[in-house]
């Protein structure tokens, strides 16, 4: 089972800051078939990127994803106020998928 | 519109059981795989269980193989998972959700809550 650890576990920034998430494989994720979702309160998480660079439909251009092997980082070059959530990265490579233990963004 | 309903979620006891039912619409339910996530309270994302689009393979995590049981009626277009010999550490909110890879739709979620 490939183990996610994602780090810093909360960051605190103020909008228009930028934030720069990792997510840090045990092993690595084959064909970067790494993805990243963002969870607000109370809602199911939402797709933000997919193998490891990939914006999904409807995502700001402000997100972006980078890596490859077990070094994966996904950066939201300007907080607006509602990209303040919660981040998982999830491997898709290999069975079991895993998530990442989320990153929190919070507000400074 | 995709939509994904859950419903089945509740209050049980240590040893007991459940089955989980989510009913799908907007797509072609049997040209997908799907996939069950749970998350418990406060925490964060696990995957647990996903199906093949005929139902001929199944892929669990290792903490609910022997216990939990992914299936499909494809032509009801629902998606399902029973588990059995619940435990404390199954408490979550269980999202299905379309696919098994990477996910685009989620369900809303179902809560099932272990304990005496």
């Known amino acids: 089972e490939i183990v996610l650890t994602q780090s810093p576990g909360t960051l605190s920034l103020s909008p228009g800051e930028r934030a720069t998430l990792s997510c840090r494989a045990s092993q690595s994720v084959s064909s970067s078939f790494l993805a990243w979702y963002q969870q607000k309160p109370g809602q199911a998480p939402r797709l933000l990127i997919y193998g490891a660079s990939s914006r999904a439909t409807g995502i700001p251009d402000r997100f972006s994803g980078s890596g490859s092997g077990t070094d994966f980082t996904l950066t939201i070059s300007r907080l607006e106020p509602e990209d303040f959530a919660v981040y998982y990265c999830?491997?898709?490579?290999?069975?079991?998928?895993?998530f990442g233990q989320g990153t929190k963004v919070e507000i400074k | 519109e995709v939509q994904l309903v859950e419903s089945g979620g509740g209050l049980v006891h240590p040893g007991g059981s459940l089955r989980l039912s989510c009913a799908a619409s907007?797509?072609?339910?049997?040209?997908?795989?799907m996939s069950w996530v749970r998350q418990a309270p406060g925490k964060g994302l696990e995957w647990v269980a996903t199906i093949k689009e005929d139902g001929s393979e199944k892929y669990y995590v290792d903490s609910v193989k022997g216990r939990f049981t992914i299936s499909r009626d494809n032509a009801k277009n629902s998606l399902y998972l029973q588990m059995n010999s619940l435990r404390v550490e199954d408490t979550a909110v269980y999202y299905c959700?379309?696919?098994?890879?990477?996910?685009?739709?989620w369900g809303q979620g179902t809560l099932v809550t272990v304990s005496s």
């Open positions: 907007g797509f072609t339910f049997g040209s997908y795989w």
């Open positions: 999830q491997q898709y490579g290999s069975s079991p998928r895993t």
């Open positions: 959700v379309r696919g098994g890879s990477y996910i685009i739709y």
